[in-house]
């Protein structure tokens, strides 16, 4: 039965990266958007690469490889938390086939593990970006060992375990909070907010405990203890100790285990939870007459607001933006003073390229939030609605692109006007980065459509396959983060022939121009035919 | 209002309708009868113009499908088989997205969802979220939806679905009171029962070819509809 069950989740997946085409059509193309979708995450492995290079070489010679690879391992924790968090509550209680299978002899246990696997998957995916360019690094620049390798091997999954039990855990609080509440959608997003923030909080503690350790790493290495002595077991286990690989499988095990059990206790209650909302009686009042794009756009806002996974995978990125802009106004000088330090010893051909860094950090950041990425998916077995009113389908593109500069647009201006003040830019210079956060917002806004438009999943069980783990949504984003690095990467080489940097923002306008043609032009055909 | 010419649609190798042609006349209930596959949702979705069609015609009105969707759409309404409406939305909230998107004028839209929505006792849950709806609540606010806007042509998939009895007396009560004011109702149906006393005109497909058309009286005689379709399926099996 787990077997049979596994198989249907497992074709949901391979579903998800590799759609039929509609109407019978045989499935074709997937081999060119697996290569794409490799490319993409390679370009972010890549950036990857270069962090490990940079610790890679010091920590080795100070005989510290577990600290570099326990380094690794808590990048890759809140790699994959942050990647799969967000997902795993409608994963894990919000499937359109639940009822069917409860209605089927099924322990309630076999389908919970089953809805686990395809949040491990997720995750698994997020942190492998992290910890498999760190193990090559490590393996090219160091050498290696059968128990090295098998370390590596076993910390991947062990490190993937990790990150299923925190992220059910997170969802699982979510729903029992929600169990108990009209709300259902405003509770969900501010429990989780509020959980990730408990959790970074915790995680930047421990970061800052492993800054300590790497400043004072030989000091501090001799003298660990406690708890700070299972750490570096963990680091060890990586590096090819025995007892280490053991303690760390045992900890995620254990870990896994106590969360299958905490969760198994209430699976059913939480999954057939009726969702009934407070009943409103309907009042009668005047009704105002809006636009065709304003009841599109109006549509598309509204959807937005009801899907805790839709709105929390696209608002964290603009939380980030906003609030980091408020803090760094709040405490602007201290800001600048770092800022200025740090300029004052960064070689001076980079500082060239400095004058860019606002729009592109900017973007980085936009490129987390890919609210038309998973727009088309979104429409599921509703699309007949768009397809059968009279609406020109170009206006109803022009709405979901209108809801992703809603979004991003603000927060990513704000953002970008606070780095241009705190790096001293000059007034050309904050036009470049302004323009340059504005239409890499557009380029975003038009490659998640034109992806949806090309990769749609409509048969999704939960809406999370949709907005989370679609082929279009990761290629959005990382075709994003692929872009800016090529184009930043072009900058800083042809530096010495020519500085193309103040006009770097015309790579994305450009690409956001190409991208819109298509959409308009045979979007709306393509559309049909789905 | 309605013309089917020689349309044909495949999905791959399969031909779903084969070279089938009706017409439909302002003030006709049509009934679309077939057994399950037949290519009856297949048809009725290529008249509203959400599946491309292989060869053929669609006319609304003397308005092809093909050359001209919007303005075809803008004259008819659509029911599917099953009504996945939009469950982010309220039902006000959906129903005044699609006056809007129909252009219906304020006092309009506040007459009729008021009319419809009362009559089909939906009125007071207009204001939950569809997805707190059974399926019949979402057949109903389908077709309070569809009523909306005044159409001229309306095209149903299985509309007596989920509906309570009541409920689908009352369609078809709104059905008949539709083409007495000049108006067409093409809608395909598996109960036969209905058919029979409800449609002026039926036509009756198997495997995408249309098997026999024409009024009610002449394609059943003296026997019962249920007969005639059961009579068919034997020749054609």
């Keep these: 039965m787990l077997k049979a069950l596994f198989k249907k989740q497992l074709l949901e997946i391979r579903e998800i990266y590799t759609p039929k085409k509609y109407r019978g059509q045989k499935r074709k193309g997937s081999v060119g958007f697996i290569i794409l979708y490799a490319f993409c995450l390679l370009s972010v492995a890549a ?32 790699v994959g938390i942050i990647g799969s968090v967000f997902s795993t509550y ?20 076999k389908l919970l593990l089953v809805r686990m696997l395809s949040v491990f998957f997720m995750g698994f995916l997020f942190e492998a970006v992290v910890l498999l360019p760190a193990f090559g690094v490590h393996i090219y620049r160091c050498g290696t060992g059968v128990l090295n390798i098998l370390g590596c091997l076993l910390g991947l999954i062990s490190t993937g375990l990790v990150i299923l039990a925190l992220t059910c855990l997170l969802g699982w609080v979510v ?21 990730m923030g408990l959790y970074y909080f915790v995680y930047f503690r421990l970061n800052s405990l492993l800054r300590s350790l790497v400043d004072n790493a030989v000091t501090i290495g001799d003298k660990v203890s406690g708890n700070a002595y299972i750490l570096k077991l963990i680091g060890m286990g990586f590096a ?4 280490g690989i053991c303690v760390f499988a045992l900890i995620a095990l254990a870990l896994t285990c106590l969360t299958v059990y905490l969760m198994s206790v209430s ?4 999954t057939t939870m009726n969702r009934g909302e407070k009943k409103i009686v309907y009042v009668r009042r005047k009704m105002t007459r809006r636009s065709m794009l304003s009841a599109l756009y109006a549509k598309e806002l509204t959807r937005f607001g009801q899907s805790p996974t839709y709105l929390l995978n696209n608002i964290l990125g603009v939380i980030i933006m906003l609030g980091g802009s408020v803090y760094v106004w709040i405490r602007f000088s201290a ?7 740090l300029l004052a010893q960064a070689p001076q051909e980079w500082l060239r390229l400095l004058t860019i860094v606002p729009g592109v950090a900017v973007s980085f950041m936009c490129s987390m939030n890919a609210v038309t990425a998973p727009s088309i998916s979104l429409e599921g077995s509703s699309l007949w609605v768009l397809k059968s009113l009279p609406v020109k389908l170009g206006r109803a593109f022009t709405a979901k692109q209108l809801l992703h500069f809603t979004v991003n647009l603000p927060a990513a201006l704000v953002m970008c006007f606070t780095l241009c003040a705190l790096l001293g830019l000059n007034a050309g210079q904050w036009l470049m980065n302004l323009l340059y956060a504005a239409s890499y917002t557009a380029f975003s806004s038009a490659l998640g459509l034109f992806m949806d438009l090309r990769k749609p999943h409509l048969d999704w069980t939960n809406e999370s396959v949709a907005v989370k783990q679609s082929a279009s949504v990761a290629i959005a984003m990382f075709g994003g983060w692929a872009l800016i690095i090529l184009s930043c990467l072009g900058a800083y080489f042809m530096r010495r022939v020519f500085n193309i940097a103040p006009l770097l923002f015309l790579v994305p306008a450009l690409g956001a121009l190409a991208l819109d043609r298509w959409i308009y032009r045979r979007g709306p055909d393509v559309l049909m035919n789905i | ?43 009725l979705k290529s008249c509203v113009g959400i599946l491309r069609f292989d060869s053929g015609e669609i006319y609304v009105d003397g308005i092809s499908v093909r050359a001209n969707p919007l303005e075809c759409k803008r004259r008819l309404a659509f029911i599917p088989d099953n009504p996945d409406l939009y469950d982010f939305m309220s039902g006000i909230k959906y129903l005044n997205f699609v006056a809007d998107i129909f252009g219906v004028g304020e006092k309009e839209r506040e007459e009729r969802i008021h009319r419809f929505a009362s009559m089909l006792e939906l009125e007071k849950d207009l204001a939950q979220p569809i997805s707190a709806y059974s399926h019949g609540m979402k057949q109903k606010l389908a077709v309070i939806s569809a009523w909306l806007h005044a159409p001229r042509l309306i095209i149903m998939d299985e509309p007596f679905v989920g509906l309570d009895p009541i409920a689908a007396h009352l369609l078809k009560g709104l059905m008949r009171e539709h083409c007495d004011a000049g108006g067409a109702i093409f809608f395909s149906t598996h ?41 068919l399926e034997d020749q054609h099996a």
């Design chain 2, 191 to 231: 109960v036969l029962e209905v058919a029979e006393k409800l449609c002026d005109k039926v036509a009756i497909i198997r495997e995408g070819r249309l098997v026999v058309s024409g009024p009610m009286d002449e394609v059943k005689g003296n026997s019962s509809l249920e007969s005639v379709f059961l009579e």
């Design chain 1, 175 to 195: 729903a029992l909070v929600g169990s108990h509440t009209r709300k259902k959608s405003l509770v969900t997003v501010l429990v989780s907010l509020l959980l």
């Design chain 1, 240 to 243: 090819g100790d025995a007892w």
């Design chain 1, 267 to 270: 699976f059913v209650r939480l």
């Design chain 1, 90 to 109: 409608s994963t894990l209680y919000r499937a359109k086939d639940n009822e069917l299978l409860l209605s089927m002899p099924i322990p309630p246990m």
């Design chain 1, 47 to 78: 950036a990857f690469v270069g962090m490990a290079e940079l610790v890679c070489g010091p920590f080795h010679e100070m005989g510290l490889d577990w600290l570099y690879y326990l380094f690794f391992c808590f990048v890759a924790l809140a």
């Design chain 2, 1 to 43: 209002m309605l013309r089917i010419e020689h349309l044909t649609k495949s999905y791959g190798e399969k031909k779903a309708v084969d070279d089938l042609s009706l017409h439909i006349q302002p003030g006709e209930i049509y009934g679309f009868i077939g057994h399950n596959g037949a290519g009856k949702t297949t048809t």
């Design chain 1, 335 to 341: 800001a600048r003073e770092l800022v200025n330090s």
